[in-house]
């Protein structure tokens, strides 16, 4: 398996739960448990991609802009996180910040599929690309376990 494929499996549980999570409502055990669930997947993937994908790509000029672009994007999603933790879960309000944050993962992982894979795909070996998949699933699992 790649790096690639190791994001792209993440990736997909992200959009997925993120769908869900804005297709509810009120104050519901579902959108507890689904809000809950898009954090703890946020949180791991973003602390192992950043760590297994984004850090040996800033090792190389050409990635240094996309790198750091992408990296400021899951600050960006962690503040939404943090305004979602902070609002009434059957406010309105917490509706409208959830589809914010739905539309801010969509864009991020669009964009890293289209734009950062391709980039990426020049810099690494495919020995790199192989090692870095291992590494990623293995911070990702440990991530997942220490909020279990």
């Known amino acids: 398996m790649t790096i690639f494929e190791a994001l792209r499996i993440s990736h997909d549980r992200q959009r997925e739960l993120a769908e869900k999570m804005v297709a509810t409502s009120g104050d519901s055990p579902e959108r507890q448990a689904l809000f809950s ?3 703890e997947e946020l949180a791991a993937h973003s602390v192992a991609e950043e760590r297994h994908f984004y850090v040996p790509l800033l090792q190389d000029d050409l990635g240094v802009d996309l790198s750091r672009h992408a990296i400021a994007e899951h600050h960006e999603m962690d503040e939404m996180i943090e305004g979602l933790e902070e609002t009434d879960l059957s406010s309105p309000s917490w509706l409208a910040q959830a589809k ?3 539309e801010k993962v ?3 992982l669009h964009e890293e599929e289209q734009k950062f894979f391709q980039m ?3 810099l690494l070996s495919e020995t790199q690309k192989s090692k870095l998949s291992s590494a990623y699933l293995s911070t990702y699992d440990e991530q997942k376990a220490a909020v279990s």
């Open 37 to 39: 669930e898009l954090k």
């Open 106 to 108: 969509h864009h991020h």
């Open 100 to 102: 914010a944050l739905s």
């Open 120 to 122: 990426a795909g020049k």
